[in-house]
């Protein structure tokens, strides 16, 4: 893999806390929105099918399940 620069402070500063807080804000961010997709594609993956299933027994002329199943 690539290699990673860092850039480090010596001593305390307000300015280098800040930069590392809005860093880790960053990366939170990134976390957070990596992991939500992650589960969004998973109930997206195993919800879809049975939504379409809920719909169509919903609509007015009322099928049976292998009407709605069979391709023809």
Avoid: C
Avoid at 20 to 43: G, I, L, R
Avoid at 50 to 70: A, E, H, R, T
């Amino acid at each position: 893999m690539g290699s990673r620069v860092t850039l480090r402070t010596k001593g305390k500063g307000v300015k280098g806390a800040k930069v590392s807080e809005e860093k880790s804000m960053v990366d939170s961010f990134k976390e957070w929105s990596t992991w939500t997709m992650k589960k969004a594609k998973v109930v997206t993956h195993y919800g879809f099918i049975p939504l379409i299933i809920i719909i169509g027994m919903n609509s007015d002329p009322k099928p049976q399940v292998y009407q709605l199943l069979s391709p023809v």
